[in-house]
């Protein structure tokens, strides 16, 4: 598996704002994959961040809010846009390595929103 | 629509108490079924299951899948407080990426000494 790190580990917005999550991979992977985890709830997938092309966003998530720069096979990072409180969560980046390799996950970003 | 449920939802034991977790799913086209533990943020990766009744096994704990009635168990041996997270299920679907999962609710396991 990959080592995966992200920062920052936790910060504290007040609404409006916005904060870039970064994601550092120590290996090249195809595939790499941004979560988020409200207080309380499940992971659920944000977006696919593909490299050399626009972010692949599922339902619900919305580029503008969302941006996702991959410019790399190592790096990728998640900006939160025009925050509110309701973005507060843990924002998690993750990584599959290979073909029927299992989903990994970084050390994840607590964002709490005043 | 891809769906995963986790029973019970919480789990109060003491050290060296044996658990099992349960996690049902429904799927169109299914592909895996993962277990991860999950301590303050980041989850763990546990077990990746694919076929039916071949048992996983890392240490104390085991995990199996039966693929005829969709369900998969986790079992913990001789539970220890630092078993004490939340233990997620989660969801390969075929036709997806292998990054995408569809998560279960998770289940909180508290160890007491």
């Known amino acids: 598996s990959a080592v995966i790190s992200q920062k920052p580990s936790r910060d504290i917005c007040q609404r409006g704002t916005s904060l870039t999550i970064q994601c550092q991979v120590d290996?090249?992977?195809?595939?790499m994959f941004w979560y988020r985890q409200q207080p309380g709830q499940s992971l659920t997938l944000i977006a696919t961040a593909n490299q050399g092309s626009e972010a692949t966003y599922e339902s619900g998530f919305v580029i503008d809010k969302f941006p996702i720069s991959r410019p790399n096979l190592t790096f990728s990072t998640l900006t939160v846009s025009n925050m509110s409180p309701e973005d507060s969560s843990i924002y998690l980046c993750?990584?599959?390595?290979?073909?029927?390799?299992?989903?990994?996950f970084g050390n994840g970003t607590r964002l709490t929103v005043t | 629509e891809d769906k995963v449920v986790q029973s019970p939802l919480s789990l109060v034991v003491h050290e060296g108490d044996t658990v099992t977790l349960n996690c049902s799913y429904e799927?169109?086209?299914?592909?895996?079924l993962l277990w991860y533990k999950q301590e303050k943020k980041a989850p763990t990766f546990l077990f990746m299951l694919t076929s039916s009744g071949i048992e996983k096994k890392s240490g104390r704990l085991s995990s199996i899948l039966d693929k005829k009635e969709l369900f998969s168990i986790l079992n913990i041996t001789a539970t220890q407080t630092g078993d004490s997270a939340v233990y997620l299920c989660?969801?390969?679907?075929?036709?997806?990426?292998?990054?995408?999962?569809?998560f279960g609710q998770g289940t909180i396991l508290t160890v007491h000494p």
């Open positions: 290996s090249q992977v195809t595939m």
């Open positions: 993750s990584v599959v390595v290979g073909v029927n390799s299992p989903l990994h």
């Open positions: 799927v169109t086209n299914f592909r895996s």
């Open positions: 989660a969801l390969n679907a075929g036709g997806t990426s292998y990054g995408k999962l569809t």
